[in-house]
């Protein structure tokens, strides 16, 4: 069975860089795609980017400039950058993975997540 | 970007009724969209993939069906562990998106 857990910080400095890593375990990371998607308290998600197991990224538009996922699989891990923070970047942010299903992909494992507040 | 719609925002039921739950693509995303259920302080659980497809382990009572533009996730008799949110997710269209929520809870 497939499980995430994501580590990182709950607290950081507005303006400051967030850091997040999601480490999985009981599977292999090869041939899939990693995602972020974090959810503001009493909110709804946004899915955040994602990265291939090869290292091909992909990233939501508005957070671009400011957002890097990276990926280790010798450690089974992937991670997250969130630079210049501010506190609309306060979320439960949550680690993903996209399974296969007829060559098409979708959200099939989830870390528990982990909550992040900027403050000063 | 693609928006999706979902509707109702809120909906109040018993346990044993029937639940269909709407979400709409402002374009089409073809089939490529899922449904998630979410529990207080729980991450998502992927229920339905592809539109109309349960993924692994997830109970017959739950169905999604529709294509392009207007979807429907529909449980059909309410389960007391069935009372969550439930949000759509459509990857047809980059970049991805996910719906607002609709709260199922119990009347």
């Known amino acids: 069975q497939v499980q995430l857990q994501e580590s990182g910080p709950g607290l950081v400095k507005p303006s400051e860089t967030l850091s997040l890593t999601c480490t999985v375990s009981?599977?292999?990371?090869?041939?899939?795609?990693w995602s972020w998607i974090r959810q503001p308290p009493g909110k709804g998600l946004e899915w955040l980017g994602h990265?291939?197991?090869?290292?091909?990224?992909d990233y939501i538009p508005s957070l671009k400039s400011r957002l890097t996922v990276s990926v280790d699989t010798s450690k089974n891990q992937f991670s997250l950058r969130l630079s210049s923070v501010t506190a609309a970047d306060s979320a439960v942010y949550y680690c993903?993975?996209?399974?296969?299903?007829?060559?098409?992909?979708?959200?099939?494992?989830w870390g528990q997540g982990t909550l992040v507040t900027v403050s000063s | 970007e693609i928006v999706l719609t979902q509707s109702p925002a809120t909906l109040s039921l018993s346990p044993g009724e029937r639940a269909t739950l709407s979400c709409r693509a402002s374009?089409?995303?073809?089939?490529?969209l899922a449904w998630y259920q979410q529990k207080p302080g729980q991450a998502p659980r992927l229920l339905i993939y592809?539109?109309?497809n349960r993924a692994t382990g997830i109970p017959a009572r739950f169905s999604g069906s529709g294509s392009g533009t207007d979807f429907t996730l529909t449980i059909s008799s309410l389960e007391p562990e069935d009372f969550a949110v439930y949000y759509c997710?459509?990857?047809?269209?980059?970049?991805?998106?996910f719906g607002g929520g609709t709260k199922v809870e119990i009347k």
């Open positions: 374009q089409s995303v073809s089939s490529y």
């Open positions: 592809d539109a109309s």
């Open positions: 009981g599977g292999s990371m090869t041939g899939y795609y």
């Open positions: 993903a993975r996209f399974g296969s299903y007829s060559s098409r992909w979708f959200l099939d494992y």
């Open positions: 990265i291939y197991y090869s290292g091909s990224t």
């Open positions: 997710h459509q990857r047809g269209n980059w970049p991805e998106t």
